[in-house]
């Protein structure tokens, strides 16, 4: 098992799902713009992710997500154990899009779909999944590797069960959320992926939800969990409170160049104008 820190140059991300359901931070806080000059090129070009128009109260903080991983430079730590997920596909509840991005939600009022292990000491529950997409297959996930930017990147939500007896109580706390990042880069077709693009025609508009059961998230991991990168970092999106636990995926996954295509541009008619 090889395991790593990662060293850390925070990036500001406008793209990022709206991790928080209900209520902002309640600390005192600064308010500032989205740099969007620490933002990829192309995200300047871009049109403002509706999360990030206007000033925002943040933590002000110096743990803010994503970040770059500089890899020659992120730490060996013997002491990481592997990751371990338990993830039941019963669990999976809806599908629904947000007018920026969809997501895939479990139910977690048991302790049926967790995450433990790793650099964590207590067990998550899965809340949800999601995924961060780009205009073109150049850019799209949050984080980068060396500045290598990759086509999408995917993200599943864990709360601390153990500390916590609620998401909304554990998104605003210290050790409240883990995060598994992994990269997408195109490839070869993705079949656990399919089945969710074939599902998107029907939340082709922004607050369409609909059923979507069965679903096991593990087949959206690489086959090599062992290798990660692990910080302690933020929300990426308001009110960017200081409570993830990241954990990246050094292995990506492979998806086609269509599956990408067809669920940006084709599939998601969202009320933005990331997807030309
Ligand atoms: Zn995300």
Aim: with cysteine; glycine share 6%.
């Amino acid at each position: 098992m090889v395991t790593f820190s990662a060293a850390v140059r925070p990036l500001i991300s406008h793209l990022h799902r709206q991790l928080v359901r209900h209520g902002r931070s309640h600390r005192i806080t600064p308010v500032r713009r989205c740099n969007l000059t620490a933002c990829s090129s192309k995200y300047v070009l871009s049109q403002m992710h509706p999360m990030w128009q206007g000033p925002l109260a943040v933590p002000g903080g110096d743990r803010q997500s994503p970040i770059d991983i500089v890899v020659r430079k992120s730490v060996f730590d013997s002491k990481l154990k592997p990751l371990e997920t338990e993830y039941d596909p019963q669990t999976c509840q809806q599908i629904w899009n947000n007018g920026y991005s969809f997501l895939v939600e479990y139910d977690d009022t048991t302790d049926k779909s967790t995450l433990k292990g790793g650099p964590l000491q207590d067990k998550f529950r899965l809340c949800q999944f999601h995924f961060h997409w780009g205009e073109s297959n150049a850019w799209g996930s949050e984080h980068t590797v060396d500045r290598r930017l990759f086509p999408a990147e995917l993200h599943l939500v864990h709360w601390n069960s153990d500390k916590y007896s609620l998401f909304e109580e554990a998104v605003m706390e210290d050790n409240g959320l883990a995060v598994i990042g992994v990269f997408l880069k195109v490839g070869k077709r993705h079949e656990g992926l399919q089945k969710l693009v074939d599902a998107l025609p029907a939340i082709r508009h922004k607050d369409s939800i609909v059923e979507f059961t069965r679903f096991d998230p593990g087949c959206l991991l690489p086959a090599n969990t062992d290798d990660y990168w692990t910080y302690h970092g933020s929300l990426t999106t308001p009110p960017l409170t200081e409570s993830v636990t990241w954990i990246v995926m050094k292995q990506h996954i492979e998806v086609s160049h269509d599956q990408v295509r067809y669920t940006v541009c084709s599939t998601l008619k969202v009320d933005h104008k990331f997807c030309l």
